[in-house]
Each structure stands twice: as structure tokens, then as C-alpha cells.
């Protein structure tokens, strides 16, 4: 559990650090809205960090609006004043790390709102794709495997399906955290992952049948077990 910890705090150290140097080249090459950054190769090469590591900086300062990634293109800084854009950097650099609780009641109340909008956008890649995900965790946990991952690949699915990119990006900004978190409390054990299957079937036919009343009731009973243990760790 210590090393998870550590772990976990110094790759938040290298997104952070990744962040103020970004923060560096757009000041000091006087990058304006529109401007093109460097690629994530070049970035991560330059930064002497993985690919991964810049993506995952790049994907939150997209999620606060402060640069745009255009596939095939690139990645652009966003219509914002340059004292803004700082201001807003340094704001998200002094952030606290939020604690599992808060990240439980966002995650709450983020999908409650994002399987309503699977129910009613949802196609049939994204049925697809929904559906993969359900049986890659249906078989780890008939094989008593760990499947925290494909748990949450699962839901991010949905989000993906919700169609609203800004939801998506947030819940893949909270995702690792909440893996770390899941193992360190030791949130499923082998009967709640079995009742979980049911759950998620339930889930995925209502968001097929475009019900989206019931997407959300029955994603609200799946998460009964998770708010209870939210409130007695």
C-alpha cells in the first residue's frame, strides 16, 4: 500500500512538472490562440518523460479549455488570453489531490447524468464497444481475476456513448485515481464483483433499448454498495 502511494504521488509530480513547462514554451515562444504546440513525441522527448505521461498533462489542461488536440492536426492553444491562460495554469497547479470520497461523489453524480445521455445517443459502435467491455470484466471475475479495470473501462464506455466530450475527458482524468483508491480500500470483493455483472447487464440493455429513465435508475442501484462504502471508510 506504501508503494502504491509513492507511485501514485510522483506521477502526479511528472504531470504537474509537465504542465509548467508547457506553461514555459507557450510564454516564451509567445504562443497565441490558435498557435500549434510541439508534438507529443517532440514534448516528450524534450521533457525527457513518456508519451503517456504528456498525453495524460495535455488531456487536463484540454479538460479546463486551456489547449485543443485536433485529430490528425494537432494540438492548439485555446481562444484565452495569455494572463488567463497563466492565471488558470497556476490554479490548476495548486489544486489538491481530491480524496476518495469526493471522487466517489463526482463520479456519482458525473454518471448519472452521462448513462441518461448513452441511453438516448448511443449507436451501434458504441453498443459494440459497451459490450466488449461488459464481457472482458464478466470473464475476469468469473475467474476470481481482479477486474477493477475493466469495472471502470466499462463505464467509461458509457461515457464515451454519452456523446459529450468534456464528460468523457473528465472521467478519464478521474479514472487512475480511482483504481489506486479501489484496491487500497478494498472496495469489491468476490460476491459484490458477481452482483455487479447483473447490475451492468441491466445497465447496458437499458441504454440499448433507449430507456433512459431506467439508465439512470439502474445505474443509481449499482452504485448503492459504492456510496455505502464512500461513508464507512
Given amino acids: 500500500m506504501k508503494l502504491e502511494t509513492i507511485t501514485n504521488t510522483e506521477s502526479l509530480d511528472v504531470e504537474k512538472n509537465i504542465i509548467k513547462k508547457i506553461k514555459e514554451i507557450i510564454n516564451y515562444k509567445n504562443l497565441e490562440p490558435g498557435d500549434k504546440l510541439p508534438s507529443e513525441r517532440m514534448l516528450a522527448e524534450k521533457f525527457n518523460v513518456s508519451r503517456s505521461n504528456v498525453r495524460d498533462a495535455i488531456h487536463k489542461l484540454e479538460f479546463y479549455g486551456i489547449l485543443k488536440t485536433i485529430p490528425q492536426s494537432g494540438t492548439f492553444v485555446a481562444n484565452i488570453g495569455v494572463i488567463a491562460m497563466n492565471g488558470m495554469i497556476d490554479d490548476i497547479l495548486s489544486l489538491e489531490d481530491p480524496d476518495f470520497k469526493s471522487l466517489v461523489e463526482t463520479r456519482i453524480l458525473l454518471e448519472l447524468k452521462t448513462v441518461r445521455l448513452a441511453a438516448l445517443r448511443r449507436t451501434d459502435e458504441d453498443l459494440e464497444l459497451l459490450e466488449s467491455a461488459l464481457n472482458a470484466y464478466k470473464e ?70 433507449q430507456d433512459t429513465q431506467l439508465a439512470k435508475s439502474k445505474m443509481k442501484e449499482h452504485f448503492k454498495i459504492l456510496y455505502q462504502y464512500c461513508y464507512n471508510i
Fill in 140 to 209: 475476469k471475475v468469473y475467474k476470481s481475476e481482479d477486474a477493477v479495470q475493466e469495472d471502470l473501462l466499462f463505464h467509461l464506455a458509457i461515457a464515451k456513448a454519452s456523446g459529450n466530450s468534456s464528460m468523457n475527458a473528465f472521467m478519464l482524468t478521474i479514472t487512475p485515481e480511482i483504481i489506486t483508491n479501489f484496491k487500497k480500500y478494498h472496495v469489491c470483493d468476490d460476491d459484490q464483483s458477481i452482483l455487479s455483472i447483473k447490475e451492468h447487464e441491466e445497465i447496458f440493455q437499458a441504454i440499448k433499448n
